[in-house]
């Protein structure tokens, strides 16, 4: 069930992501930009597509004109399961740049994936504090039905001075269980450690 719904609810949800306009003086230097990798989470999740072309190119369009955002480069990568985690799939979709109001920029992103066609807010956007990191990690629980059967999509998104990203994980445990028990902490962490993975320095 995961493989066959899952990744196009993933997909489709997880583009819809966008940066608020508002206000604040100055942007900040390019020092980090992020990269498709081809794989995840320490191997766990490779690489099955790269949508940075298509789906990323939609994701740059909404936002180059935005006044909080110089130069958007969009990153959309779908990864399948590995080992104990095969059937699962988790989606990445980023914009690198230089962004104002990291803080504001999450909650924007958040609000543009609940917004998108056909998912149902399960559990509100919240912030989730992971132990022995100063990044905040914003989660939240999405329900998408698809041909008769609707699945939990949980995500959380992070946004710093260069990036920001949503990411979202489908599982054979999480997809089908009640909201309230999808396990958003142990999401936060993965998204930590996608972002740890995905960003590099420029130059």
């Known amino acids: 069930m ?16 966008g940066f608020a306009v508002f206000g604040g003086v100055g942007f900040p230097e390019a020092k980090y930009r992020l990269r498709v990798s081809a794989e995840l989470v320490g191997g766990t999740f ?12 939609q994701i740059v369009e909404e ?3 935005r006044s909080n955002v110089r130069n958007p480069t969009a990153v959309v990568g779908s ?13 990445v979709s980023g ?3 230089r962004f104002r109001s990291p803080a504001e920029a999450r909650d924007d992103m958040s609000e543009g994936a609940a917004e998108a066609e056909g998912a149902t807010v399960a559990v509100p956007a919240h912030d989730v504090t992971v132990r022995g ?10 329900t998408s039905e698809q041909g008769g059967t609707v699945s939990n999509v949980p995500m959380c ?4 001075d260069n990036t920001g990203a949503s990411v979202g994980v489908i599982t054979d445990e999480n997809v089908s269980q009640d909201p309230e028990d999808v396990d958003l902490e142990k999401l936060a962490r993965m998204t930590l450690q996608v ?9």
Do not use: F, H
């Open 157 to 160: 998104v992070w946004g710093d």
């Open 2 to 17: 995961v493989a066959a719904v899952g990744a196009g609810v993933l997909v489709v949800v997880l583009v819809m992501v």
């Open 46 to 57: 490779k690489l099955s597509a790269d949508l940075s072309d298509t789906a990323g190119r």
């Open 195 to 203: 972002r740890e993975e995905m960003r590099e320095p420029i130059g």
């Open 79 to 91: 990864y399948a399961g590995q080992g104990e985690q095969n059937g699962s799939r988790l989606v």
């Open 133 to 142: 990191s100063d990044m905040t990690v914003r989660c939240q629980v999405l």
């Open 95 to 97: 914009l690198y740049g």
């Open 63 to 65: 936002n180059r004109n």
